[in-house]
């Protein structure tokens, strides 16, 4: 099995990606990126900034062509996986593993089901998509809040299933942009209901068997804002000075 990292170091305007943020993002990637190839080889897609810091820590970069039409933060997770086949996990920047992924056979695997977040993140949204009639682009689009996926981990079983969800992901898209007035409407962080709403709806529609890894797994996901607080920084960075980390060529073989 492969890691698979995606990261578009300039995100326009967004300060969230800008400045010390930026620095700190860099230094999430390394250690997360140094701790999973302990056990998988690793492929990054990065752009030109990206692959001059952090190339030289996995076993290929690919370039991110960075499509500018509706670019959105998470842009790049979707063209990683959409360019890979067979097996992979694409994992985030912010997520650390202290051993190997455990797997079980699962058509879908993702992070963890968001069953908090309903009243602010998706309750709007998916009203408004509802009634601006989404359903059009997205057959299997349930109005109702099945729990999200978190994405912060992805992998399919087959290509097949990949795709499905990738085609769905990217004809919402396509809708949100085109047709959606979303101009009118200050939707609280689109891509989530986008990539996340979208894969729980595929799931419970064609009773796909779907995973969380962080039930069976040991893994620090630290999404959102927390992970630029001073303090997990600082531990972040001694935790990265202060060892010496193997890769999986150095143990002799793959772990599958």
Same mark, same amino acid.
């Not at 701790?35 to 076993?59: F, W």
């Not at 997990?232 to 000075?241: P, T």
């Given at each position: 099995?492969?890691?698979?990292?995606? =990261?578009?170091?300039?995100?326009?305007?967004?300060?969230?990606?800008?400045?010390?943020?930026?620095?700190?993002? =860099?230094?999430?990637?390394?250690?997360?990126?140094?701790?999973?190839?302990?056990?998988?080889?690793?492929?990054?897609?990065?752009?030109?900034?990206?692959?001059?810091?952090?190339?030289?820590?996995?076993?290929?970069?690919?370039?991110?062509?960075?499509?500018?039409?509706?670019?959105?933060?998470?842009?790049?997770?979707?063209?990683?996986?959409?360019?890979?086949?067979?097996?992979?996990?694409?994992?985030?920047?912010?997520?650390?593993?202290?051993?190997?992924?455990?797997?079980?056979?699962?058509?879908?695997?993702?992070? &963890?089901?968001?069953?908090?977040?309903?009243?602010?993140?998706?309750?709007?949204?998916?009203?408004?998509?509802?009634?601006?009639?989404?359903?059009?682009?997205?057959?299997?689009?349930?109005?109702?809040?099945?729990?999200?996926?978190?994405?912060?981990?992805?992998?399919?079983?087959?290509?097949?299933?990949?795709?499905?969800?990738?085609?769905?992901?990217?004809?919402?898209?396509?809708?949100?942009?085109?047709?959606?007035?979303?101009?009118?409407?200050?939707?609280?962080?689109?891509?989530?209901?986008?990539?996340?709403?979208?894969?729980?709806?595929?799931?419970?529609?064609?009773?796909?068997?779907?995973?969380?890894?962080?039930?069976?797994?040991?893994?620090?996901?630290?999404?959102?804002?927390?992970?630029?607080?001073?303090?997990?920084?600082?531990?972040?960075?001694?935790?990265?000075?202060?060892?010496?980390?193997?890769?999986?060529?150095? &143990?002799?073989?793959?772990?599958?």
């Amino acid at each position: 099995m492969r890691i698979i990292y995606s =990261f578009n170091t300039n995100v326009g305007d967004d300060d969230y990606f800008r400045g010390v943020n930026l620095e700190h993002n =860099f230094l999430f990637y390394e250690l997360s990126i140094r701790l999973c190839r302990q056990y998988y080889p690793v492929t990054l897609y990065t752009d030109e900034y990206g692959a001059e810091r952090l190339g030289h820590l996995v076993d290929e970069v690919k370039m991110l062509k960075k499509d500018p039409e509706n670019y959105i933060w998470s842009e790049p997770k979707f063209e990683a996986i959409s360019n890979e086949t067979g097996e992979f996990l694409h994992v985030d920047g912010d997520l650390f593993i202290s051993k190997p992924f455990i797997l079980n056979d699962s058509d879908v695997y993702y992070d &963890h089901t968001e069953i908090t977040l309903h009243e602010y993140y998706y309750k709007e949204n998916l009203k408004n998509f509802t009634d601006y009639g989404i359903s059009k682009v997205f057959p299997e689009w349930s109005s109702k809040y099945l729990g999200a996926f978190n994405i912060g981990i992805m992998g399919f079983k087959t290509d097949e299933i990949k795709n499905i969800y990738l085609d769905r992901y990217f004809k919402m898209k396509d809708w949100y942009y085109n047709v959606f007035p979303h101009d009118k409407f200050e939707s609280p962080i689109p891509s989530m209901t986008l990539g996340e709403h979208s894969l729980s709806c595929l799931s419970d529609y064609y009773s796909w068997k779907s995973t969380p890894l962080y039930d069976e797994n040991q893994y620090l996901h630290m999404y959102g804002g927390r992970k630029h607080l001073d303090m997990f920084y600082k531990f972040a960075k001694s935790y990265l000075e202060s060892r010496e980390f193997k890769t999986y060529k150095d &143990h002799g073989n793959i772990i599958t």
